[in-house]
């Protein structure tokens, strides 16, 4: 691309938006909590979803109290230890992650990222939350119902699903689906914002290539998920009809304990590609704003341009595209046609060539830069280094012979958190740390952030790293009770129980960051404006924290890229996107 | 700098546990050792990987460390580079894929002179049919199933008459023999998994799934469930017996018929 330098404020003229077209609140109802603020959202959703993320993590304690010390706590019996995994990986895959990153990150994120005022429909913004919150609700309550939440597994498969003697039959299983389809209502509402903002939102000379990658993660993310959640709602909706109507749609005839149901001609496998035609473009829904939001800390605090922006972006929707043909890698043993594993596995194989592009691009962008050890820089460290151990641990999971004798063993469990588990929680902390600075005004506190970090991220590896060894053996996931199994040795219980001490000490250490959070909101050092010098335009504000409207009388204009850091001849060691200048030479714009 | 150190720990300490820690694959008692070959190689590629990219960013956290006067290069990108690593990876993914394909493909076809055994999973044991001396099973579904055919078997179809019912036992089957597994299920999903033949297939019910397998060894294996079946999952085990021929036709000469049970 040839280096042509122009006055670009000449050609883009600041935009002007009338006050009146927002709706400012009126009163403290308005202001904090029926808000039609994209902030006040995100941190609405944030909070909702750490407070639910902390109910799950005490479900992991309970997992790992009965798989480490079986029996030690009389109150985890079967019935109770399925309600704890089913419940503990719906939150954390779906209220948790899914959330946080779209509905935290993304309302908080891309009107300023893009140079906005606010999402283009603040109402149905503050109803997606709102709604998100009642499926959320309704998740809590069903732990207070007659029989408590379903014990169907995540995976929700029928027909145990909905056959009685299934923990949770009464109300957990109704509960469960009526959250989900009210979770997915809610989330079209946020979606069609988030997506509709990009497009036509972005702030004058903020071209799509010259989006920070974290709002590109999020975007085609949301963009996925609004493609992908539909058919987890309609799986939903059929699974309700073939409990409360009648209908046997995922039913055959079958009998239960003795007795013939009169279901007959439905098909369990029908649901189990609805749900990972969900499921798997699941997955990149909470990976992709990981991988943007990454690139994003990397960048900042190595002072350095990402490497390779545009294969960066081409990365995040080539994933994007390719991950709603590979959802059948979940079923290789589930007795669909055999023949299928052919396709399947090249697809999710090929998926491994531009996600390691990214790798390489991140670890690329550290060489020959000028690195940082902040808080958030480290989380990105700790997220390559799982990152990388998940997705090679995929590799195995994907090549559909080498997935059959590992499918549904503890290696399983071993690979899913460690790729979209602990990879995206560490990015979720890290970009915590990064932009606390600019809701609260505050940093949050250095030390107890490195203790934090450094609990969380080894004691995560030394969880899971070994578990994968537990599925090598043979051992299946979702098992209440391992005793007496013939291929469990000595040692390997003794690993259980080492396991679960370590799950104990990392979910404690997350006291000390909840601790931080609210403590820093007042002791917390004051950040000023752009605390990590960094280029976007969240960090360019007229006032931090942000007021509603974000930008006061005039609209950023965008001159560059956002990754203009240690350019040559400039004077600071980064140029913010909004300020004028002669185009460099990375801006793909 | 100690970042760095840590980042070269993780590397040393995850080879070690590797080689060192005492957990691995059962011992292989079936012919799908080119199973485990695939996923050795598969350990080897992204092994070699895992350490090549946390060293280097190992490598990157010292070298470029933020010293005062550090100032971080100004490259926005290296086509070339970037060229050489998709290659690079796409190489690894055919290396580990390719012949991860062929072993799939002999996984998929059964050989002609395999023995069909029907296991039938319900909550929360297994049980067995094989065929009698027509070589052959009878039909069944579980629209016939009572409490006289807990298994559904069709009692107007004359090839399901000699078969022979295990319900609830231990199973035995013949080394060195191929062997078709037909699953079925009565009531929710199951999974027939012997960790020690490294072959597993979910069962369905009002579906008939299968895998086959040739056991190697002689000895006695746990089956396992490895799909969730309810509350009682991780007890729904059983035991399959590997023996020679003359045992096998031993045992085979004490089990009952479907007719002999329905008289």
């Known amino acids: 691309m040839a280096d042509i330098p122009h006055d670009a404020s000449a050609t883009v003229p600041p935009a002007e938006l009338e006050e009146m077209e927002l709706y400012h609140p009126h009163s403290w109802w308005t202001k904090y909590v029926f808000s039609q603020d994209a902030k006040v959202i995100a941190v609405q959703y944030a909070a909702t979803a750490l407070v639910i993320g902390f109910v799950a993590l005490v479900l992991s304690w309970l997992i790992r109290l009965q798989l480490g010390f079986p029996g030690l706590v009389e109150f985890i019996d079967a019935d109770r230890y399925y309600q704890i995994i089913t419940m503990h990986g719906m939150i954390m895959v779906v209220y948790l992650l899914t959330a946080l990153f779209l509905g935290g990150f993304g309302n908080y994120l891309i009107p300023l990222m893009v140079g906005a005022r606010d999402m283009v429909f603040p109402y149905a913004n503050m109803l997606s939350f709102w709604l998100y919150f009642v499926a959320v609700m309704l998740l809590v309550i069903s732990f207070f119902v007659p029989g408590g939440p379903t014990g169907a597994g995540w995976t929700l498969y029928p027909p145990q699903a909905i056959l009685s003697n299934t923990p949770g039959q009464q109300w957990g299983i109704m509960l469960m689906l009526v959250s989900l389809i009210i979770f997915i209502i809610g989330f079209t509402m946020g979606g069609l914002n988030y997506t509709v903002t990009v497009l036509q939102a972005r702030a004058r000379g903020m071209t799509l290539m010259r989006l920070p990658l974290t709002i590109w993660g999020i975007f085609v993310a949301t963009v996925m998920a609004l493609l992908a959640f539909p058919a987890l709602f309609v799986a939903a909706v059929m699974m309700l009809f073939d409990k409360y109507l009648g209908t046997s749609f995922f039913m055959p005839t079958l009998v239960e304990m003795g007795e013939q149901l009169s279901y007959g001609g439905g098909s369990p496998i029908l649901f189990q590609h609805l749900f990972w035609f969900f499921g798997h473009p699941e997955v990149y829904i909470v990976a992709l704003p990981a991988f943007g939001i990454v690139s994003d800390l990397i960048s900042t605090h190595a002072r350095r341009n990402i490497f390779g922006y545009r294969m960066m972006v081409w990365a995040i929707v080539g994933i994007g595209v390719l991950s709603f043909v590979v959802w059948a890698h979940h079923m290789y043993v589930s007795g669909m046609n055999p023949y299928f594993g052919f396709f399947f596995a090249t697809t999710t194989l090929i998926i491994a060539v531009p996600t390691a592009i990214k790798v390489y691009n991140w670890v690329l962008t550290l060489w020959r830069g000028d690195i940082h050890f902040n808080p958030p820089m480290l989380f990105a460290l700790g997220f390559i280094v799982t990152f990388v151990n998940g997705g090679l641990s995929g590799l195995f999971l994907g090549n559909v012979v080498v997935d059959v004798p590992l499918s549904d063993t503890m290696f399983v469990v071993a690979h899913f958190h460690m790729v979209m588990g602990v990879a995206p929680i560490l990015v979720i902390f890290g970009a915590i740390y990064h932009w606390y600075p600019k809701v609260t005004g505050r940093m949050l506190g250095d030390g107890m952030a490195k203790f934090h970090f450094w609990v969380t991220f080894l004691g995560a590896y030394l969880i899971f790293f070994p578990m994968h060894y537990l599925g090598l053996m043979g051992l299946p996931r979702r098992y209440f009770d391992t005793a007496d199994i013939m291929i469990m040795s000595d040692s390997a219980h003794a690993l259980n129980a080492f396991i679960s001490i370590m799950a104990f000490i990392v979910g404690f250490a997350q006291i000390v960051f909840v601790f931080n959070l609210i403590w820093s909101l007042r002791h917390g050092k004051p950040s000023g404006p752009n605390p990590w010098r960094a280029t976007t335009l969240e960090w360019q504000t007229p006032t931090t924290p942000p007021p509603h409207g974000n930008w006061g009388d005039h609209l950023p204009n965008v001159y560059r890229w956002a990754y203009d850091y240690s350019v040559p001849g400039a004077k600071e060691d980064f140029i913010p996107q909004n300020e004028p200048g002669s185009v460099t030479k990375g801006d793909p714009a | ?263």
């Open chain 2, 1 to 263: 700098m100690i970042v760095a150190v840590i980042m070269v720990v993780i590397v040393v300490g995850s080879i070690l546990f590797h080689f060192f820690s005492p957990w691995w694959f059962s011992p292989l008692a079936s012919n799908w050792g080119y199973i485990d070959s695939t996923l050795v190689l598969t350990f080897a590629i992204t092994g070699v990987v895992f350490a090549a990219v946390v060293l280097f960013v190992a490598y990157c956290l010292y070298r470029f460390r933020h010293q005062e006067g550090r100032k971080a290069s100004y490259e926005p990108e290296n086509k070339r580079l970037e060229g050489w690593l998709t290659a690079l990876t796409a190489g690894g993914v055919i290396a580990m894929l390719t012949p991860g394909l062929f072993v799939w493909a002999q996984y998929v076809e059964v050989p002609q002179e395999a023995t069909d055994i029907e296991v039938i999973g319900q909550q929360w044991l297994w049980n067995f049919r094989l065929p009698g001396a027509d070589g052959k099973l009878g039909s069944a579904d579980n629209r016939l199933v009572s409490g006289d055919n807990t298994l559904g078997i069709n009692v107007d179809d004359p090839l399901g008459q000699d078969d022979l019912v295990v319900e609830g036992g231990e199973l035995y089957i013949p080394v060195d023999k191929p062997v078709r597994f037909l699953l079925r299920s009565i009531d929710v999903l199951h999974d027939f998994y012997v960790p020690e033949f490294r072959a597993k297939m979910d069962m369905i019910p009002g579906s008939v799934t299968y895998f086959w397998v040739t056991p190697t060894q002689t000895g006695t294996y746990e089956i396992l469930c490895a799909e969730l079946c309810g509350v009682g999952h991780s007890y729904m085990r059983g035991t399959v017996n590997v023996v020679t021929d003359e045992e096998y036709q031993e045992w085979l000469a004490s089990q009952s018929s479907f007719a002999d049970l329905a008289s």
